[in-house]
C-alpha cells in the first residue's frame, strides 16, 4: 500500500511503544474512538483489550476498505472513511469515551483544538491519547517561562489535564519521519477558577497577544481595548512584560475581563 504524504501517513510498527500507550488506560469494555487508524497496528492491540466498542475513523479510502476487510469478522469494530474536522463527533461518542490517536502532523493541533472546543464542558469523553509531532507536543505541554510555552498550552490547560506523557523514536515508523513524536494523555476537567464564557474568547485572545510575541503586551492591551486601570492594578499586570512571561491564569481572566468589557 502507497503512504500518501498529504495524509500524514506515518505508521506505527513498534510493538513494544504499542503496548506502552495501551498501558495508559483501562480499554475493557469501553466505547473506544481511534483517529487515523491506518492499517490497524492500533486497532489490533485494542481489539485484544476487549473494549465494549472500537469505531476507526480513518480519511484514506484505501486503507478504510483494507480495515473494513481485515476486521471483517469483528462485531464490535465499526470502521468509517471520514475526515476528521469535518466529523460530527458528538453522535459518535458517549458517556466514558476514550479518544485515542497517532494524530496526522499536518492537522494534529486543529483535531486537539476540536476536542477542547466540545460544549457543553465537561464532555461525555473520559481521556484522550494523542501522539504529536515532538515540537507541537512540547508547545502543549509548556509551562511559563519555558522556551516551548505558546497559544497551545494556554488554550489545552484551560481544559484538560495533562495526566502522562513520553517521547517516541522516528525510527518506531515506517517510513521514517525526520522528526520524534510524543504520546500526551488528557483528561477532560473542569477549572473552577476560570470564569469567561467561551473557549472561543480564550483563541481570540491568545492569538493577538502571541501574534505581537516580541512586542510589550501595553500595546495589545490598547489594541484591544483594555487598557482599564482598575483591572491592570488589581492583577497587578506589568505592561512592559511579553506575552511568553504571562500565566496561564492571567490569560483566563483577561478572557473573562475582555468578554465581560464586550458586553458594555
Known amino acids: 500500500m502507497k503512504l500518501k504524504k498529504s495524509l500524514g501517513q506515518n505508521l506505527l510498527v513498534d510493538k513494544n ?7 495508559l488506560t483501562s480499554f475493557k469494555n469501553k466505547n473506544v474512538i481511534e483517529i487515523g487508524a491506518g492499517t490497524g497496528n492500533l486497532s489490533t492491540e485494542i481489539l485484544k483489550l476487549i473494549p465494549k466498542k472500537l469505531i476507526c475513523i480513518e480519511k484514506d479510502k484505501i486503507f478504510t476498505k483494507y480495515l473494513k476487510t481485515f476486521f471483517k469478522d469483528k462485531k464490535n469494530l465499526l470502521v468509517l472513511n471520514e475526515d476528521i474536522l469535518k466529523l460530527n463527533l458528538k453522535k459518535l461518542i458517549s458517556e466514558g469515551t476514550i479518544i485515542i490517536g497517532n494524530l496526522p502532523y499536518n492537522i494534529s493541533s486543529q483535531i486537539l483544538i476540536k476536542f ?31 522556551s516551548n510555552y505558546s497559544r497551545l498550552s494556554i488554550i489545552a490547560k484551560s481544559r484538560l489535564e495533562i495526566l502522562n506523557f513520553f517521547y517516541v523514536s522516528k525510527n518506531c515508523f515506517f517510513p521514517k519521519p525526520k522528526v520524534d513524536s510524543i504520546v500526551i494523555e488528557f483528561q477532560p476537567i473542569k477549572r473552577k477558577e476560570i470564569n469567561f464564557k467561551s473557549i472561543k474568547s480564550l483563541e481570540y485572545i491568545t492569538n493577538i497577544f502571541f501574534s505581537n510575541k516580541r512586542k510589550m503586551i501595553n500595546k495589545t492591551f490598547k489594541k484591544l481595548k483594555l487598557e482599564n486601570n482598575n483591572f491592570i492594578k488589581s492583577e497587578n499586570i506589568d505592561l512592559t512584560l511579553r506575552p511568553e512571561r504571562l500565566s496561564e491564569d492571567l490569560f483566563y481572566k483577561i478572557t473573562e475581563f475582555y468578554e465581560k468589557s464586550r458586553v458594555k
Do not use: D, T
Request: hydrophobic share 45%; charged share 25%; aromatic share 14%.
Open 116 to 146: 477542547i472546543r466540545f460544549n457543553p464542558w465537561p464532555p461525555k469523553f473520559k481521556k484522550l491519547i494523542f501522539m504529536f509531532q515532538k515540537e507541537v507536543g512540547e508547545k502543549i505541554i509548556a509551562s511559563m517561562g519555558n
Open 17 to 23: 511503544i504499542l503496548k506502552k500507550i495501551l498501558s
